[in-house]
């Protein structure tokens, strides 16, 4: 069995770190596996960094057409049994696209988003015509593409899996703390994802006033970058929450960041199944999480967090007082969330749950 990988995000995210973990995981099984990816993004160097098997091209965006060809070379080239499209947007329509055009291999295309999808032609052309299966990382995400006419048959669903040691630091909680400048003794919130809309950083602004009422010292840290961050920073002055909220952008020391905080926020309006609510299961702190797509998978109410409805700031406030009134609770909600991380959704069975796929199409 030979693979063939396609991711062509350029950042270190969700997405792209399922597939080097992949890889990797794919290397150290004996099974041939190359990676096609973005030249001169985080993926390339991580690959390149540790010997993995690449094909770095330029691509300039969802609508460069030219990757269709530069693909369709390498796909001639390469041979592979199984071509895998991890990418999202553009890239997986050219992707597919290329696949058709070379008739080369079984294609699977992955989806990590439940964004909705409308049914039709378009629909049954580019999750059942082209692809020979679709992987989703959640079974939320399942829902949404049977729900436009998509038939399970053509569906599997494997969960996202995480490097869990990496987000168990080694630092203690007043070390942690030190590093971030943050007081010792209050609640510290987090919310670690993009700065856009669908991740909902503005529900928690407008529950925090609640918050404060009752625990004046909180502290809110605002993991990420993005496109809202002007937007964000506004209604923070015009809250008066300057003195309590802060913007630290993108961090590669998420383990350590999540070792100094109380509970992982994730008010988000639209998630298919977000990997930072597995990073602070494994570092032993609880979730409150928007009840949406796939994150009643792995945020459990009342089991490793707590699941309120989503645009809902007076919710978001009840779940995060509750929790911040009962040490106890935290506790307890932290490391059961930590062993179902370990358990449940660590690398192996990511990676198995994909060869299952891929044996199973070959197989066919």
């Known amino acids: 069995m030979k693979t063939l990988h396609i991711e062509m995000g350029r950042h270190r995210l969700g997405g792209t770190m399922q597939v080097y973990y992949l890889m990797r995981g794919l ?5 041939p596996a190359v990676l096609v990816c973005a030249r001169g993004g985080d993926l390339h160097q991580l690959a390149a960094r540790d010997g993995l098997n690449l094909r770095a091209v330029d691509f300039a965006g969802d609508v460069d057409l030219r990757f269709v060809w530069r693909l369709a070379a390498i796909l001639r080239a390469e041979r592979p049994d199984i071509i895998h499209i991890h990418s999202r947007r553009g890239a997986d329509t050219l992707g597919l696209i290329a696949a058709k055009i070379t008739g080369i291999g079984k294609v699977i295309l992955s989806r990590r988003v439940d964004d909705p999808v409308k049914p039709g032609w378009l629909t049954q052309l580019r999750y059942v015509k082209l692809p020979d299966r679709v992987v989703t990382v959640s079974k939320g995400i399942a829902r949404v593409l049977e729900a436009a006419g998509v ?9 996202s899996a995480i490097d869990f040691r990496a987000y168990q630091s080694a630092l203690d909680v007043t070390a942690a703390r030190a590093r ?4 010792p003794g209050v609640p510290v919130l987090v919310v670690i994802a993009q700065l856009i809309p669908r991740k909902g950083h503005r529900f928690l602004l407008q529950a925090l006033p609640a918050v404060l009422a009752q625990h ?9 970058e993005g ?4 937007a964000l920073r506004a209604e923070v002055a015009r809250g008066g929450l300057e003195a309590c909220v802060r913007f630290l952008g993108y961090r590669n020391d998420i383990g350590d960041i999540l070792r100094a905080c109380d509970v992982l926020v ?8 977000a990997n930072v609510a597995m990073q602070a299961m494994a570092s032993g702190i609880p979730v409150v999480s928007s009840a949406v797509g796939g994150m009643p998978e792995s945020v459990r109410d009342g089991v490793t967090g707590l699941l309120v409805p989503p645009c809902d700031p007076p919710a978001l406030a009840a779940a995060l007082l509750r929790l911040l009134d009962d040490p106890a609770l935290r506790a307890r909600l932290g490391e059961q969330g930590r062993r179902i991380v370990e358990q449940e959704f660590n690398t192996d069975a990511m990676i198995e749950g994909n060869l299952r796929v891929y044996r199973e199409l070959l197989a066919d």
């Open 27 to 31: 290397r150290e099984r004996g099974v």
């Open 151 to 159: 038939p399970a048959s053509c569906i599997r669903q494997v969960y």
């Open 266 to 273: 994730h008010p988000a309006t639209m998630e298919g199944f």
């Open 227 to 230: 496109a809202e961050e002007a």
């Open 216 to 224: 004046p010292g909180t502290r809110v840290l605002f993991v990420g």
């Open 180 to 183: 971030l400048d943050l007081p």
